[in-house]
């Protein structure tokens, strides 16, 4: 009797378990960036395929599972990409992969690709690896930017036609070189920065010299200048001299022209003895009209009385 009594127990008991289980498995709830996939024992439901489940609670079979797909913008990350450059240098590098899963796309993916993120993880490899194998080593750094974004278009067309998948960005956050190059490299910018040094200094002195050759044109232009001023005043004076000399002329040209008119042509000769005759007296002179020659004194001497 206690037998059967325990045994029903343990039905009982059991019961509960099982029916508390398939309470708890008779619903699922989404996120509102999911969608769900309906499975039946593993498989997925065929006759419901095109029918996801939205966001938010719900009722569902003990039987049936659900796979929750993220449909918002997602990240893959590609982590120690080692590759060769054009001019075959080493470089490892870190890829970022930002994409998105269509929800018209979703069946599909999962039933044909359920392996869709090493696919596409591979088809971004194999495109990042044929994009840095086209540029040199020193050139990877500038145009950075501008391989990502080829990267970007070759991968985006190949996954959206091979699976589906919408490539938003493919991004190099990070890439690094072996040693040998990053001693090249650091040897290369030594070197260009002393290179750079000695082009500053040569600008330098050509610009030194010029300041001085344009410092002694200046010099020698105002030596001209100053040359060409006192030439040219000395020529004024010339000028105002000469000119001052001929008014002179030209006024005692006039005066003589009025004398004459004054004391007459005949008489012009003895005008101009009397002009010039400075007050000197003759030693000698006839007297009288007789013919006697009286010795004349000097001036400030009295003459001697007649007959001493």
């Known amino acids: 009797m206690d037998n059967k009594k325990l045994m029903k127990q343990i ?50 079979a003990p039987w049936t599972s659900v796979t929750k797909v993220n449909i918002d913008l997602q990240q893959a990350d590609l982590k120690d990409v080692e590759t060769y450059t054009k001019d075959n240098q080493i470089i490892k590098a870190q890829l970022s992969v930002f994409y998105k899963l269509p929800a018209s796309e979703i069946v599909n993916i999962y039933k044909n690709n359920p392996d869709y993120e090493s696919k596409l993880e591979k088809t971004v490899l194999d495109a990042a690896k044929s994009a840095l194998g086209r540029t040199e080593a020193q050139n990877v750094a500038q145009n950075r930017d501008a391989i990502m974004k080829q990267v970007t278009k070759e991968t985006a067309d190949q996954v959206k036609d091979l699976l589906g998948i919408d490539i938003v960005s493919v991004k190099m956050p990070n890439f690094d070189f072996n040693q040998e190059f990053d001693q090249a490299v650091a040897k290369a910018a030594n070197a260009k920065a002393v290179l750079n040094q000695k082009q500053t200094e040569l600008e330098q002195q050509k610009v030194e010299k010029e300041k001085t050759i344009v410092n002694a044109q200046a010099t020698a232009e105002q030596t001209k200048l100053q040359a060409d001023a006192d030439a040219y005043q000395q020529r004024v004076k010339l000028e105002a001299d000469a000119k001052g000399k001929l008014a002179v002329q030209l006024a005692q040209a006039q005066g003589l022209e009025k004398i004459k008119a004054a004391v007459g042509e005949q008489n012009m000769g003895t005008y ?14 006839t007297g009288n009209g007789t013919g006697t020659i009286l010795q004349m004194p000097a001036p400030g001497v009295k003459a001697p009385a007649p007959g001493k």
């Open 272 to 285: 101009l003895y009397t002009q010039a005759w400075k007050g000197d007296m003759p030693n000698v002179m």
């Open 11 to 60: 039905f009982a008991g059991t019961a509960a378990v099982v029916a508390l289980g398939a309470g708890f498995s008779s619903f699922t709830t989404l996120d509102q960036t999911q969608l769900g996939i309906n499975y039946q024992f593993g498989k997925m439901d065929t006759q419901n395929a095109g029918e996801l489940r939205g966001p938010g609670f719900s009722l569902k």
